[in-house]
């Protein structure tokens, strides 16, 4: 409801607010006198006062919706009788409690956005109470007051349960915008874990390649001292040292890029840990998404037997996030096979991950080639692109090399593809989970 009357005027807002009470209004029981009556408008009063006019003037809502209440049972009037005759004197008790409700709301109400819950119940049924009072007293103003004290107990009844109405509809509605807060807020961490991981990745391979750099730098650097040593024309000499400076400021520039993107993550995203199911949960979650937006009933089974805590969840999440991409790309062409399966389990010793799919599988002659660098059997009909083929290198890099563990493949060509993982325990439970 906030969202729907976000961009609309204050004007527009009091006016919707004054009408919508003022024919709610007409739906009532009559107590004590015909001209008092019971409704179920001084429901819809405060919640709509604070739902969607939070930042107008609660005095404001309330004047014109007393005046827009007197408009109403006066045109009602006229249409069954015939006549405004009389309706000024019959009706304006009624529009004196929504004014004497709006002073009293304002007057208790002054900071909407920090108010307690039991500071919002007595403020409800404040506010409800010595209104109706104000309206039963002028009602009964010309019969005396002694009248009044015999149903003071009759309208503080009607006041608590019509606030008790209120303030669990305005609980739910806090507790309804809390989860969708806690659900958006999940959503953001999650986008925001997979780009950390998918930045380190590219980190990964930014490093391999600058030691790459730092090799061609000093290949060139020794070429100009050997030939410094010959009678050669001196500018081979200096293209071959300026060769050796480009090259070493081409190094500056990519190492700077680098720590230049180590510190945007190290600032956005400062989780040390997390629970491996958690990773396994936002896998799942993500990769459902891929498969929506893909239109693929692929059917996914995560099983995680042994959950631990661990420092590695950027690095895990990159290694299974690629093997399970990589399944779903050999399913989706494929006449047969939709399930793609994850399990994991601790030994004494190991972490062991396993990522299979009962896809096309790969052919033998592909098989042994398929952790080297660049080499890709995958081919976008589309746009005639070749993947680059660092996924799966990638993966064996890092688990080998930085986990000190193994990776083996093994497949079945036309019945599925199983990756096994073994990791040492060591390199991936956290020391306070073991």
Not at 384 to 389: D, F, K, Q, T, V
Request: proline residues 2%; contains cysteine; aromatic residues 10%.
């Amino acid at each position: 409801m906030k969202k729907l009357f976000k961009e609309k005027s204050e004007k527009h807002i009091i006016l919707f607010i004054a009408l919508t009470v003022a024919l709610s209004s007409q739906l009532y029981i009559n107590a004590f006198a015909d001209s008092f009556r019971i409704s179920i408008a001084v429901i819809l009063l405060p919640l709509l006062i604070m739902l969607i006019g939070e930042n107008i003037s609660t005095v404001k809502i309330c004047f014109a919706t007393a005046i827009m209440v007197l408009a109403v049972r006066s045109t009602i009037h006229f249409i069954y009788n015939g006549s405004f005759s009389g309706t000024l004197q019959l009706y304006y008790p009624n529009a004196v409690f929504y004014i004497a409700y709006g002073l009293i709301f304002a007057i208790l109400y002054q900071n909407r956005h920090n108010i307690s819950y039991p500071n919002l119940f007595v403020l409800l049924i404040t506010s409800d109470f010595l209104a109706n009072i104000c309206e039963i007293c002028i009602t009964h103003s010309e019969t005396g007051f002694g009248s009044v004290s015999g149903i003071i107990l009759t309208l503080f009844a009607v006041a608590l349960v019509r606030s008790i109405i209120v303030w669990c509809i305005l609980a739910a509605e806090r507790q309804y915008t809390a989860l969708l807060k806690k659900e958006e807020h999940e959503k953001r961490y999650q986008r925001l874990f997979l780009m950390t991981t998918g930045l380190k990745n590219e980190i990964y391979f930014m490093k391999k390649n600058s030691e790459e750099i730092e090799r061609v730098m000093g290949t060139a650097y020794k070429l100009y001292e050997n030939l410094s040593d010959t009678a050669i024309a001196p500018e081979i000499k200096n293209m071959s040292l300026a060769l050796a400076k480009d090259v070493h400021e081409i190094k500056k520039d990519y190492i700077r890029i680098i720590k230049g993107i180590e510190n945007e993550i190290s600032e956005d995203y400062d989780e040390k840990q997390m629970k491996f199911s958690d990773l396994l949960r936002i896998l799942k979650d993500t990769t459902h998404h891929l498969l929506i937006s893909k239109d693929l009933n692929i059917n996914l089974v995560f099983n995680c037997k042994d959950d631990f805590v661990t420092n590695e969840h950027y690095e895990l999440m990159n290694i299974l996030k690629n093997l399970v991409t990589n399944a779903i790309e050999a399913i989706e062409n494929a006449e047969k096979g939709d399930t793609i399966t994850l399990e994991q389990a601790l030994t004494d010793d190991s972490c062991i991950l396993v990522v299979k799919d009962n896809g096309p599988g790969i052919s033998k002659r592909h098989l042994p080639n398929i952790f080297k660098m660049g080499y890709s059997t995958k081919f976008d009909y589309v746009t005639g692109n070749i993947y680059r083929g660092v996924g799966l290198f990638g993966v064996k890099g890092t688990i080998e090399e930085q986990f000190g563990g193994s990776i083996e493949a093994g497949s079945v060509f036309g019945d599925g593809t199983q990756f096994t993982i073994k990791i040492p325990k060591d390199a991936i439970v956290s020391q306070s989970d073991n």
